[in-house]
């Protein structure tokens, strides 16, 4: 599976932006695909992920609410859309997918390339 995120941009706070990842090698049905995200100095830490078989979707706390991943079948799509951004919010926004993707970054086994999110106060 080869992922491809885009979307990331810069943004005041408050403000909204549209991640999308698509794929190509084969089809997401077997997977869950997942969004996570990487401050500067930090880990790798969850933020949202969808279930293909069943369209399930998790969140992180701290995005519940304000965030909401999405899919489009015809084109292998998957979106995080991002609404009232806040300042640390800011980071790389990776999409990956693993066959028990969850909570855990160990749990993806594919990774896209990152995508910088950049909220301004």
């Known amino acids: 599976v080869q992922l491809q995120a885009s979307g990331g941009g810069s943004v005041q706070a408050g403000g909204s932006l549209r991640l999308s990842c698509g794929a190509s090698?084969?089809?997401?049905?077997?997977?869950?695909i997942g969004w996570l995200r990487q401050a500067p100095g930090k880990g790798r830490e969850f933020v949202a992920a969808?279930?293909?078989?069943?369209?399930?979707?998790f969140y992180a706390d701290s995005v519940k609410g304000r965030f909401a991943i999405s899919r489009d079948n015809a084109k292998n799509t998957v979106y995080l859309q991002m609404n009232s951004l806040k300042p640390e919010d800011t980071a790389v926004y990776y999409c990956?997918?693993?066959?028990?993707?969850?909570?855990?970054?160990?749990?993806?086994?594919?990774w896209g390339q990152g995508t910088l999110v950049t909220v301004s106060s």
């Open positions: 990956a997918a693993g066959r028990s993707g969850n909570y855990y970054p160990s749990s993806y086994d594919y």
């Open positions: 969808l279930r293909w078989s069943d369209t399930s979707t």
């Open positions: 090698g084969r089809t997401f049905s077997s997977y869950s």
